[in-house]
C-alpha cells in the first residue's frame, strides 16, 4: 500500500502564488507517475499535473500551463506544486495521486492506483 499526503494548501488573494507538496510512504517502490488533481464544489475531479518517475515528463492541464510547475525529489517519492498567478477559478481541494502503472493516459482520474486525502486551496478575488 501507498500512503500519500499533501500539505500547503491555504487562502490567498488571486494574483498571488502557493505551494503544495506531496509525499508518498509505504510500497514506496511501486510508485510510478504522481500527479495532482482538483475538485471544486459541485464539480468533476478534474487533471491539473502529471510528472514522471524520473521527472523527465510533465503534463500540465491547459488552464495551468506557464502558471504552475511541478517538481520531483526525495528519492523520487515526493512532487511539489507551485503556483503562481493565482485566479479565483483555482480554487478546489488539490489532491495527490500516484499509480504504479505510468503506461496510460495521464490526465484520467481511474488510472491512478494512490490518493491523498486532499488539501484546500482558496483564491479570493
Known amino acids: 500500500q501507498v500512503y500519500l499526503e499533501e500539505s500547503g494548501g491555504g487562502s490567498v488573494q488571486a494574483g498571488e502564488s502557493l505551494a503544495l507538496s506531496c509525499a508518498a510512504s509505504?510500497?514506496?517502490?511501486?510508485?510510478?507517475?504522481m500527479a495532482w488533481f482538483r475538485q471544486a464544489p459541485g464539480k468533476e475531479r478534474e487533471f491539473v499535473v502529471h510528472?514522471?518517475?524520473?521527472?523527465?515528463?510533465?503534463t500540465y492541464a491547459d488552464a495551468v500551463t506557464g502558471r504552475f510547475r511541478i517538481s520531483r525529489d526525495g528519492g523520487k517519492t515526493a512532487v511539489h506544486l507551485q503556483m503562481n498567478s493565482l485566479k479565483p477559478e483555482d480554487s478546489a481541494v488539490y489532491y495527490c495521486?500516484?499509480?504504479?502503472?505510468?503506461?496510460?493516459?495521464?490526465?484520467?482520474?481511474?488510472?491512478?492506483?494512490?490518493w491523498g486525502r486532499g488539501t484546500q486551496v482558496t483564491v479570493s478575488s
Open positions: 495521486a500516484a499509480r504504479y502503472s505510468d503506461n496510460s493516459p495521464v490526465t484520467s482520474v481511474v488510472k491512478y492506483d494512490w
Open positions: 509505504g510500497s514506496t517502490f511501486a510508485v510510478s507517475g
Open positions: 510528472i514522471s518517475k524520473d521527472g523527465s515528463s510533465k
